[in-house]
């Protein structure tokens, strides 16, 4: 574990590192209960002091630890931070993508359903299937972050239909798609991975809605397409909570007068840091929805 601004520096060595050399890397906010350090949700709050974050690497082989301590050395003199409970622990030899979808039972949220191929016979007929598989990019509906913007996104279409939205942060691309299926207008999908734009734009066309979703590689909103469009009725983003409140001033600029955003991504602790940026911009709570830790958020421009 490593403090968050340091968190980008030790990912990035690890990653162009030629011996050992990892599969992937992924560098993800601690939670409560994901690390040894982080076990309850008091200990929670002492990890958001401190904006500590997990990097986690995977190797073809079981790695030397004196060579991924020398490593490590570089972004540790370079950001002056130390990586903290460095443990190497072995993977037993499974078929890792049939048990990941062993686990993935379908999800219905609102009038969504989620599924992987796996469980294409399951779909019911009264509602807008969704076909998503796990893969390298956020969003398979079975975190409580997505699930909970299908549903507002379903009470949204049961009230007004929004006629021109915007998915940040899209990862595979569901809630974009959720949207290009349930309004069957246009839907502008970015995302701060070039990795994930692909996946979206495949899941796209997988779901029928390709010539619906356009998927963008931006940060924020600094894409031309992003631009082009605003503004917009409509605002999804389901990232995390500290890059919220940054593009709390661009949501407040892009946001329809009288539109509707919907945030995600955030724990319950966080709440409330959000929720005061978003007020700033001039940006009011409509409702909430928590589930477990989480809770995902409406708001009214």
């Given at each position: 574990?490593?403090?968050y601004?340091?968190?980008?520096a030790?990912?990035?060595?690890l990653e162009a590192a030629?011996?050992?050399e990892?599969l992937?890397?992924?560098?993800?906010?601690?939670?409560?209960?994901?690390?040894?350090?982080v076990k309850?949700?008091?200990?929670w709050?002492?990890v958001e002091?401190?904006?500590r974050?997990?990097?986690?690497?995977?190797?073809?082989?079981?790695?030397?630890e004196?060579a991924?301590?020398?490593?490590?050395a570089?972004?540790?003199?370079a950001?002056?931070?130390k990586?903290e409970d460095?443990?190497?622990?072995?993977?037993p030899?499974?078929?890792?993508v049939?048990?990941?979808?062993?686990?993935?039972?379908?999800?219905?949220a609102?009038?969504?359903f989620?599924?992987?191929?796996h469980?294409a016979?399951?779909?019911?007929a009264?509602c807008i299937?969704?076909e998503?598989?796990?893969n390298?990019?956020?969003?398979?509906?079975?975190?409580a972050t997505?699930?909970g913007?299908?549903?507002?996104?379903?009470?949204?279409i049961d009230?007004?239909?929004?006629?021109?939205?915007l998915d940040?942060?899209?990862?595979?691309?569901?809630?974009?798609?959720?949207?290009?299926?349930?309004?069957?207008?246009?839907?502008?999908?970015?995302?701060?991975?070039?990795?994930?734009?692909e996946v979206?734009?495949a899941?796209?066309?997988?779901?029928g809605?390709?010539?619906?979703?356009?998927?963008?590689?931006a940060?924020?909103?600094?894409?031309?397409?992003?631009?082009?469009?605003?503004?917009?009725?409509l605002i999804v983003a389901?990232?995390?909570a500290?890059?919220?409140v940054?593009?709390?001033p661009?949501?407040?600029?892009h946001?329809?007068?009288g539109?509707t955003l919907?945030l995600?991504g955030l724990?319950?602790?966080?709440e409330?840091?959000v929720?005061s940026?978003?007020?700033?911009?001039?940006?009011?709570l409509v409702?909430?929805?928590?589930?477990g830790d989480?809770?995902?958020?409406?708001l009214?421009?």
């Amino acid at each position: 574990m490593v403090p968050y601004e340091a968190a980008e520096a030790f990912s990035e060595a690890l990653e162009a590192a030629f011996a050992p050399e990892a599969l992937a890397v992924s560098t993800v906010e601690a939670e409560p209960g994901s690390s040894p350090l982080v076990k309850t949700a008091s200990d929670w709050n002492e990890v958001e002091a401190h904006g500590r974050w997990r990097v986690e690497c995977l190797y073809a082989e079981e790695p030397d630890e004196a060579a991924l301590r020398a490593l490590l050395a570089a972004p540790e003199n370079a950001t002056g931070a130390k990586a903290e409970d460095l443990h190497i622990e072995p993977l037993p030899d499974a078929d890792w993508v049939a048990k990941s979808l062993e686990g993935l039972a379908p999800v219905r949220a609102g009038r969504f359903f989620v599924y992987g191929r796996h469980d294409a016979d399951k779909v019911p007929a009264a509602c807008i299937p969704i076909e998503v598989e796990a893969n390298q990019a956020f969003g398979t509906g079975h975190h409580a972050t997505t699930a909970g913007c299908l549903e507002y996104i379903s009470e949204l279409i049961d009230e007004r239909p929004p006629v021109n939205a915007l998915d940040i942060g899209t990862g595979t691309g569901l809630l974009a798609i959720a949207l290009a299926k349930a309004t069957r207008r246009a839907v502008l999908a970015s995302d701060i991975d070039p990795v994930a734009v692909e996946v979206a734009r495949a899941n796209a066309r997988a779901n029928g809605v390709g010539p619906w979703v356009t998927a963008v590689t931006a940060a924020g909103f600094d894409h031309p397409a992003l631009a082009a469009r605003t503004p917009y009725d409509l605002i999804v983003a389901n990232i995390l909570a500290r890059p919220l409140v940054r593009l709390a001033p661009a949501f407040g600029r892009h946001l329809a007068a009288g539109g509707t955003l919907i945030l995600s991504g955030l724990l319950g602790t966080q709440e409330n840091m959000v929720t005061s940026a978003m007020t700033m911009q001039g940006l009011r709570l409509v409702s909430r929805k928590p589930k477990g830790d989480w809770v995902t958020l409406r708001l009214r421009g």
